[in-house]
């Protein structure tokens, strides 16, 4: 909903498990594909290692745990996150599930409002905003961030108009896709 030049923006969104992990994995792809490094390359020095000390018969009955090894090290942080998500969303009510917020260009901050409470967030307690494909990252703090699904947006008119409160009120530390 917004009023004649743009300026006040509400978006509803219900917290989803789904929403919430798949946010949870694009802030966490970093780690993952450093824990995917970090044991393919204990892999390789282990492959190497056999290869040079002529053991290649060890190394063909051992190469099923060099395959495991990477997808384990993986797999199991990527269900570990899943089950976390499952787990924070399964202890909320639903009140607590439904999200509101309200970004206005003429406030200090937004307004956001969750179960029985309300917060007014300033501008100045935003260390900043990401635009992802599928995702808005509001971060209060390097720990602390609030996921907007773009989906949760009636259309990309309120999308750029989200863009323009970002720009204007966070300049540099918003980082918009434009």
């Given at each position: 909903m917004r009023d004649g030049d743009g300026?006040?923006?509400?978006i509803d969104v219900s917290l989803?498990?789904?929403?919430?992990?798949?946010?949870?994995l694009v802030l966490a792809r970093f780690r993952l594909l450093l824990g995917l490094a970090l044991s393919l390359t204990l892999v390789s020095a282990l492959v190497i290692t056999f290869v040079l000390i002529d053991?290649?018969?060890?190394?063909?009955?051992?190469s099923p745990l060099f395959?495991?090894?990477p997808l384990f090290a993986?797999?199991?942080?990527?269900?570990?996150?899943?089950?976390?998500?499952?787990?924070?969303?399964?202890?909320?009510?639903p009140a607590q599930r439904r999200t509101s917020y309200m970004f206005s260009n003429d406030a200090d901050g937004f307004d956001l409002s969750s179960g029985d409470s309300f917060a007014h967030i300033s501008w100045n307690d935003v260390s900043r905003i990401v635009e992802k494909r599928r995702y808005l990252f509001i971060f209060l703090n390097k720990?602390?961030?609030?996921?907007?699904p773009i989906e949760a947006l009636e259309g990309p008119n309120e999308l750029d108009g989200l863009?323009?409160?970002?720009?204007?009120?966070?300049?540099?530390r918003a980082q918009l896709l434009l």
């Amino acid at each position: 909903m917004r009023d004649g030049d743009g300026s006040v923006i509400h978006i509803d969104v219900s917290l989803k498990v789904r929403d919430l992990f798949l946010a949870n994995l694009v802030l966490a792809r970093f780690r993952l594909l450093l824990g995917l490094a970090l044991s393919l390359t204990l892999v390789s020095a282990l492959v190497i290692t056999f290869v040079l000390i002529d053991e290649k018969q060890i190394l063909l009955q051992t190469s099923p745990l060099f395959v495991g090894f990477p997808l384990f090290a993986v797999g199991a942080q990527i269900l570990r996150l899943h089950g976390s998500c499952r787990k924070y969303v399964a202890n909320l009510t639903p009140a607590q599930r439904r999200t509101s917020y309200m970004f206005s260009n003429d406030a200090d901050g937004f307004d956001l409002s969750s179960g029985d409470s309300f917060a007014h967030i300033s501008w100045n307690d935003v260390s900043r905003i990401v635009e992802k494909r599928r995702y808005l990252f509001i971060f209060l703090n390097k720990f602390d961030a609030r996921v907007v699904p773009i989906e949760a947006l009636e259309g990309p008119n309120e999308l750029d108009g989200l863009r323009k409160i970002f720009s204007s009120k966070l300049g540099s530390r918003a980082q918009l896709l434009l």
